[in-house]
């Protein structure tokens, strides 16, 4: 195996100095801005106030949001963002539609669909004969669609160098990423660095079909993002269905005989909710990924992160396994504020001293824009 490897986890934070909107700028976009809906089931921004179908889902979230506010605030210190108010409305949906039932939310489910009952009052529902839980259900949408809209926004990844620099200084370098956006895959693109992200079968021109490319012989560059992209969006055909990576309009994707590709679902998969996302971790193409992070991270005795927030608890969960599972495994925080910063979060604060002492984890004073590959150098494999 070489002996020159390195491993980088990373969160929203790197995409911060491109313009990427972060979580208060989302949920700002989500609650305020005006949105219309097409005939295409998608939302779209508009410059004028929400009306329609747009306007009773985002009151629903703003009614959503005043309920389960005092709860977080109580607990968390802060009022709901995008990804608390996802996670509250699709479990709304789960127990309306019995998919996941939670006798535990009746009173609080009660109450929301008495306060928001003019905004499903007489529409016509796709979910069963149930007008609540299809309102519910657009709102999850809107949400999604938000986090769509501001993030393809960040196109010119920036401070991402390290990246690049780390890739050819290495002989195998494994990206870990809770990143949607698309940047991470256009700083090794400029810099004509090859990776292997999952989807690796021509489809067509437009498609690149999900295959599990990461095991490709002479791989060298792996590209993780365990939260889905973008840029994924989920197929069928007379044969099978399965997801692909899509450089166009999804919509008038063809495949290899030039016919259009039939669009199971219009939104692109990646997930969005606290706890909630938590319940793709094991299945489908989601489990994939986290298969793969299991196994390619017990490849490695160092992790190098930046831009995580530590409140994915799926996520830290299996890092502090990891932590476990080797005296050797360490983490390494690119952080340039306080350590007392990251020591406070709820992941680390039983932890830090104990992991501290057995040199399990170490705060690099330095975001990843600061960062050269000199720096970054004796966390190598």
Known sequence: MP?????????????????????????????????????DLRFYPSTAPSTGEAGRAQEFIRILATHINPHLQHHEGGEANYEDIYAA?????????????????????????????????????????NAFASLVDRATDLVQW??????????KPIGMEAISAVAKQ??????????????????LDRNGIKFVDGFGAPWGNDVLRFNWSWNAAGTKVRLYKLHGSLNW???????FDQFGKVKGDP???KDENGKRLSLLQPQPRFLTGT?????????????????????????????????????????????NQWLRDNVKNKIVILHEGSADEIRQKRFWFFRWDEYERAGKVLVFPHWLSECTVQDLEPFFG
């Open 3 to 39: 002996g020159n490897r390195a491993a980088f986890f990373f969160g929203s934070g790197i995409s911060r100095d491109s313009g990427a909107a972060m979580v208060d700028a989302l949920t700002d976009s989500l609650l305020h801005r005006g949105w219309e809906a097409h005939t």
């Open 89 to 129: 409305a699709l479990q709304i949906v789960w127990d309306e539609t019995a998919e996941i039932i939670n006798p535990l939310i009746a009173e609080s489910v009660a109450l929301i669909r008495n306060a928001t009952e003019p905004l499903f009052r007489n529409q016509q529902p796709h979910i069963d004969r």
């Open 146 to 155: 938000t986090v769509f809209h501001d993030l393809s926004k960040a196109t």
């Open 170 to 187: 290495t002989d195998e370098l494994d990206i870990f990423s809770l990143n949607h956006d698309l940047l991470i895959e256009r700083e």
């Open 233 to 239: 969006y989920f197929f069928r055909t007379k044969l």
């Open 251 to 253: 919509e008038h994707c």
């Open 275 to 319: 706890t909630v996302k938590e319940q793709s971790y094991g299945t489908g193409l989601t489990g994939e990924f986290f298969t793969e992070f299991r196994s390619r991270l017990a490849a490695h005795e160092t992790l190098i992160c930046c831009g995580y927030g530590w409140g994915d608890k799926g996520i830290n969960i299996r890092l």
